[in-house]
């Protein structure tokens, strides 16, 4: 892809999104963190119906240490691997206590040191919370940058890095959640929306996909819902790299 074609491909990701962020409901950087820190394996929509309830519950570090291993586990029972989020959740929270007086660091080292937090966990904290230009590639921008020729990559790492070099400053911040939410809606793993996409004619994915064929109201059935692919963020490097690799499709 060329610097003018990048150049393109992010004026129209802002053209039509100004204002990108997360699907993630929070209102402090713990809340983002600890959203993050749940969303392993689960949709957003899953991560904010159990924030919903517990955030009014316990939304500060000493308030989850408060509701102890059995309280927060029974608040996120309904995510899975939820034993496990509750221990890093609160092991986190303790560590927050004891070395950042309760509040989220606004550093990458600091941030990988909490339990459960890897370098895609503290890329979204650092680029959401705190507006760094960090990109947290997941299953969904690994694809996206792979299948557009914007940072080809065979490891999460890799692609992190040319998407770095890549993309042109005025867009680094907001590039992660544009090509995340490209990837969700319309660069989708096993069907891209091609004949949708807006960015179709600068990228180098072959072939196109065509249009669903159109077909009779009779033959149409109930309308699918429009929602997102039931495939989401994977806490920790080591997991994206394997999802990513297993949509990878390039
Ligand atoms: S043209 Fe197709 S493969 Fe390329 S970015 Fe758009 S949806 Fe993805």
């Known amino acids: 892809m060329t610097p003018r074609d990048r150049l393109s491909l992010f004026e129209r990701f802002a053209a039509v999104n100004p204002e990108p962020t997360t699907e993630l409901e ?48 029974e608040a996120i029972r309904t995510l899975g ?54 990109i947290a590639v997941d299953t969904h921008i690994f694809r996206v940058s792979n299948r557009l020729g914007l940072a080809r990559g065979k490891t999460v790492k890799e692609v992190e890095r040319k998407l770095l070099k890549a993309i042109p400053p005025a867009y680094r911040h907001n590039a992660h959640h544009w090509l995340l939410l490209h990837g969700r809606y319309v660069c989708k793993a096993r069907r891209p929306e091609c004949w949708r996409c807006l960015v179709s004619d600068l ?12 077909r009779s109201a009779l033959d149409r059935g109930p309308i699918a819902p429009d929602v997102a692919p039931d495939e989401d963020q994977i806490a920790g490097a080591g997991d994206a790299t394997r999802n990513a690799r297993s949509h990878a499709d390039v």
């Open 203 to 214: 990228c180098s994915y072959k072939p196109k996909s065509l249009p669903p064929p159109a």
């Open 81 to 134: 691997l939820y034993r496990n989020k509750a221990k890093h959740l609160l092991e986190t929270c303790r560590m927050l206590l004891e070395k950042h007086g309760g509040e989220v660091p606004p550093h990458r080292e600091s941030l990988e040191a909490l339990p459960g937090v890897g370098r895609k966990t503290a890329n979204v904290v650092l680029n959401t919370a705190f507006g760094e230009p960090t």
């Open 26 to 73: 929070y209102t402090t950087p713990f809340e983002l963190l600890a959203a993050v820190l749940l969303s392993a394996q689960a949709t957003d929509k899953g991560v904010n119906a159990v924030t919903r309830r517990l955030f009014p519950r316990a939304n500060t570090p000493q308030a989850i240490v408060d509701l102890g291993l059995e309280g927060l586990s």
